[in-house]
């Protein structure tokens, strides 16, 4: 086995999304992820606790960028702004892969402990962008409520990308939810409102 090449990581959670889209993830067997990635088990077990966590190989990067973005845009805009800004950040991260996080997202919606794995990673993001804001002077409860909707709008602009026919620009799709919440907010009904 070619265990000294560059990018276990990478190709470990490849081959895990491969098989699990090809067999299904009940069916899958950590050995069988390692051998498709020309790696051993216990390489996997180097990068990944578990073979769920090799379908959410970027999410500590996900969280970190989004998180990132927001906190440094907090310096000089509104919370809100800032979170357009990390939402802007995180689909420059996404795009290109829409193949890739489609097949992923089927394997995800196949499998209950996945989706419950995926709203875990949520929940997480949203108490790391909560407690951005808060250091950045944002009180309670408005920093817990902007963290949820900063969420809320990743789902619904992300669900937009995923399920339709054309790809769409995804930083478009996120600030066309974040301004229907906008406008919910202030009184309004949406889009259907004009």
Known sequence: MSRWEPNARGRLATAALELYSERGYEQTTVTEIAKRAGLTERTFFNHFADKREALFATSGEFQELFVRSVSDALKSVAPIDALAVGLDAISEML????????????????????????????????????????????????ASLAAESGVAVFKVGFERWIVADEEYDLSRLMREALDELKVVTAGGLGASDE
């Open 95 to 142: 795009t290109g892969q829409r193949d890739w996080v489609r097949t992923r997202q089927a394997v995800i919606m196949a499998n209950p402990e996945l989706q419950e794995r995926d709203l875990l990673k949520l929940a997480s993001i949203s108490a790391a962008l909560a407690d951005a804001l808060r250091r950045h002077g944002v009180t309670e409860p408005a």
